[in-house]
């Protein structure tokens, strides 16, 4: 939740009107719980999407998430069809055996990708996307690692520019 590359996603959603719910998984921070490979972290998710649901009931709902989050988000959000939109940061892809949940998926996404992403750069994330259904976007960030460690900007750029396009509301 509190991840430069969480934050800065936030903040570029934020500036676009979208109103912003970071939480963390069970067992990270403060949270409780303990780690559960992903079974119990997509409860997380939809527990966090009915929290939104609940507290803005009129706006569209974007998921995204970081990592792990991103393939948690995706998981949740391609089933879900009150989902408008998915954001996937830093996609882990060598950790995603299965990946047919990806491409029978028509929600709008957007993907960013470090070049030199060491779970998945620029070439296995290029190869994923360009196989997938449409609506789906990409950018690969020149230079970034997993972290986009010195090119944040990139990566708030990219999120507010596909942000401002508004992808869920052709949803």
């Known amino acids: 939740m509190h991840f430069k590359v969480v934050f800065r996603a936030a903040k570029a959603l934020q500036q676009s009107g979208v109103a912003v719910l970071r939480f963390n998984f069970r067992g990270v921070g403060r949270s409780e719980g303990a780690h559960d490979d992903g079974r119990g972290e997509q409860d997380d998710v939809r527990a966090a999407l009915a ?3 609940r507290r803005f009931p009129p706006l569209p709902v974007v998921l995204g998430g970081f990592s792990f989050g991103a393939s948690m988000a995706l998981r949740v959000g391609c089933a879900d069809a009150g989902v408008g939109a998915l954001l ?8 995603i055996t ?4 990806l491409e029978s998926c028509r929600v709008p996404r957007l993907f960013v990708q470090g070049e030199h992403d060491q779970f998945g750069g620029a070439g296995p994330i290029r ?14 960030v020149p230079g970034a690692d997993h972290f986009f460690g010195g090119h944040l ?5 990219a999120v507010a520019s596909w942000a401002a396009q ?6």
Request: hydrophobic share 50%; aromatic share 4%.
């Open 98 to 101: 299965d990946r047919a949940f």
């Open 166 to 171: 508004r992808p869920w509301a052709a949803a």
């Open 51 to 53: 929290d939104v649901r």
């Open 88 to 95: 996937a940061l830093g996609l882990p892809l060598l950790t």
């Open 127 to 140: 190869e994923l996307v360009d196989r997938l259904p449409e609506p789906r976007a990409l950018v690969i």
């Open 153 to 157: 900007d990139e990566l708030q750029q």
